[in-house]
């Protein structure tokens, strides 16, 4: 399988890769401090609360303090620049071990009959979908920006107001 040697490493790094940007979208949709983003806050780092014994530290440490307040806003702020270099390097450390071990199939099989080169054939495919991600991107910041937010994430954060539709299941 794909997590079995010679491959494991580079699984387990592809893990690791999709774990961080989780945590970079999520520290992202925290950034404007509007009430979206508060109660976001909120709600997901009370999350690890739930580690025993060691659950409620952190989450005071993850906090800053005995609630999301400002502290919290700076701490996730400082995340949010600093986890896509550490994506970056891992991402590059990525294509390495993919460049060295190549890669399996979805059944599992290692036969090189079939194998392709890695040069020029996925240098291309990922050259374009840089491309393609980069327009996209581009277009999003400059005409776009509030099309993925959510409007109440446009009102000033309170914390003695929760969202109306937010409601428990």
Known sequence: MSYDAPYGP???LGGF???LMIITAFTGYVLPWGQ???WAATVITNLVSTIPDV????VIWIWGGFSVNTDTLTRFFAIHYLLPVVIL???AGHFFLLHDFGSTTLAGFCDKTDEVPFHPFYTIKDALCIAFFVLFYV???LFAHNTLDHPDNSLPSNPF???SHVVPE
């Open 10 to 12: 580079t699984w387990v």
């Open 17 to 19: 890769i999709f774990i």
């Open 36 to 38: 979206m983003g508060f």
């Open 55 to 58: 659950g409620d530290m952190l």
């Open 89 to 91: 390097f891992m991402l």
């Open 139 to 141: 277009f999003v910041v």
């Open 161 to 163: 107001v929760t969202p």
